[in-house]
């Protein structure tokens, strides 16, 4: 069994990989940190530099921890809340961590919500974490 994880280089991201990784060490399970990018002409060279030097830290941090981790950068198309779904399934995780941002009304009905896609789809449970105030 496995933690999932979906992490952005956010304050929310950052609050969600940190419950994970205390879950993990907990349970004595693998960590799966996803993160997910929908691709595409807005994806470029530069993105895709930044995004690995950040899981680069990230790795680094849960090596340092003692996590047993493992990594995934996915550009496949899908939305995040598709892979994180996806995976779970894939690795029959015990739960999804996410973090959460507060959105307006008009955000939620324009953008959609990945993390309600999240909470309807997962066929585990979802542990939705908000960041600190000072994060």
């Known amino acids: 069994m496995s933690v999932v994880v979906g992490y952005v280089p956010t ?25 997910s990018s929908r691709g595409g002409k807005d994806f470029d060279a530069n993105e895709a530099h930044r995004f690995e030097t950040e899981l680069l830290a990230v790795q680094n ?29 894939e690795v029959n995780a015990d739960f999804i961590v996410i973090g959460l941002r507060r959105r307006t009304p008009v955000g939620k009905l324009i953008l959609g919500s990945n993390a309600q896609r999240i909470l309807l789809d997962a066929t585990c449970p979802v542990l939705a974490v908000k960041a600190a105030a000072n994060d």
């Open 61 to 89: 941090q849960l090596d340092e921890a003692g996590v047993e981790h493992e990594v995934r950068q996915l550009v496949r198309g899908n939305e995040p809340s598709q892979d994180l779904v996806e995976v779970a399934d």
């Open 11 to 35: 304050k929310e991201g950052r609050a969600a990989l940190r419950r994970a990784s205390e879950e993990s060490l907990l349970r004595r399970t693998k960590l799966i940190v996803i993160n």
